[in-house]
């Protein structure tokens, strides 16, 4: 077994509980959007997933293991997307926090500055990339052949099936935010790069 099967739980896959209280990113994400996207939203994702693969050769690989056997595959295309979102939604908890925003540690700011000249900068990439995603889908900020990178990805799409190890991410699919936000992804998009995003998250991705 690799190091990442060894982390993950086996078949049946389980939702993650929250890493914070469903009111703590209130208001910039009410409790209203937050319980409705983690119980409802990324629960319906695992569920699919473990009865899609229950039975299957696929029932006890982890979901980055799903998501790399199955991508691409257009008689797998309902596993990958329950996989990718499954992961992808774990993913974008973590990538929040109560009290977020501000200026990354120090190790991040410098890769960033790197790459993007100033975290201004990068943060407006990340803004552009999640406001011009067309539909549904994410902004990642990734590290890619040592240089950190913004990218966007549509539906489940996600940077690991790329070879990029994703740092963080922002949901723009509606249910992310159209109860708190309506149409307005930019305004849902800053404050969430404001005050929520979770730089030391990115920073322990780094690896
Ligand atoms: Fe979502």
Same mark, same amino acid.
């Given at each position: 077994?690799?190091?990442?099967?060894?982390?993950?739980?086996?078949?049946?896959?389980?939702?993650?509980?929250?890493?914070?209280?469903?009111?703590?990113?209130?208001?910039?994400?009410?409790?209203?959007?937050?319980?409705?996207?983690?119980?409802?939203?990324?629960?319906?994702?695992?569920?699919?997933?473990?009865?899609?693969?229950? =039975?299957?050769?696929?029932?006890? %690989?982890?979901?980055? #293991? &799903?998501?790399?056997?199955? $991508? /691409?595959? +257009?008689?797998?295309?309902?596993?990958?997307?329950?996989?990718?979102?499954?992961?992808?939604?774990?993913?974008?908890?973590?990538?929040?926090?109560?009290?977020?925003?501000?200026?990354?540690?120090?190790?991040?700011?410098?890769?960033?500055?790197?790459?993007?000249?100033?975290?201004?900068?990068?943060?407006?990439?990340?803004?552009?990339?999640?406001?011009?995603?067309?539909?549904? =889908?994410?902004?990642?900020?990734? %590290?890619?052949?040592? #240089? &950190?990178?913004?990218?966007? $990805? /549509?539906? +489940?799409?996600?940077?690991?099936?790329?070879?990029?190890?994703?740092?963080?991410?922002?949901?723009?699919?509606?249910?992310?935010?159209?109860?708190?936000?309506?149409?307005?992804?930019?305004?849902?998009?800053?404050?969430?790069?404001?005050?929520?995003?979770?730089?030391?998250?990115?920073?322990?991705?780094?690896?």
């Amino acid at each position: 077994m690799t190091g990442i099967a060894q982390t993950e739980t086996a078949t049946p896959h389980v939702l993650p509980p929250l890493p914070y209280a469903d009111d703590a990113l209130d208001p910039v994400i009410s409790a209203n959007t937050l319980r409705y996207h983690h119980a409802k939203h990324h629960q319906g994702y695992v569920e699919n997933l473990n009865k899609l693969i229950a =039975g299957t050769p696929f029932a006890g %690989l982890s979901l980055e #293991k &799903l998501i790399t056997a199955t $991508t /691409g595959q +257009a008689d797998k295309v309902a596993i990958f997307n329950n996989a990718a979102q499954a992961w992808n939604h774990s993913f974008y908890w973590r990538s929040l926090r109560p009290k977020g925003g501000g200026v990354p540690p120090a190790a991040l700011k410098t890769m960033i500055e790197a790459s993007f000249d100033n975290v201004d900068a990068c943060r407006k990439e990340l803004a552009t990339a999640a406001t011009t995603q067309f539909g549904s =889908g994410w902004a990642w900020l990734v %590290l890619d052949a040592g #240089k &950190l990178k913004v990218v966007k $990805t /549509g539906n +489940a799409e996600t940077p690991l099936t790329s070879g990029m190890t994703p740092l963080l991410t922002m949901d723009v699919w509606e249910h992310a935010y159209y109860l708190d936000y309506q149409n307005r992804r930019a305004d849902y998009v800053n404050a969430v790069l404001d005050k929520l995003v979770n730089w030391g998250f990115a920073t322990e991705n780094l690896g």
